[in-house]
């Protein structure tokens, strides 16, 4: 009796193995940021820091480049 109900709800529901079908976002853990980006990169939207930091970037830069 309870061998053939096991079976029979496998034949039509399939075999579950975890990881049920909830979906997770791929960015949820993810931290979102500007630094990456060309204008804070360049020092291009203001900030003094950034023009320092964007100047320090430059130098690293050129240092191979003589």
Known sequence: MGKDDDFQSILENGINFGRGGERRDPNAGKVKTKAKKKQY????????SARQKAKYREQRANRRHK
Not at 41 to 48: M, P, R, Y
């Open 41 to 48: 990169i360049t020092g291009a939207h203001g900030s003094g």
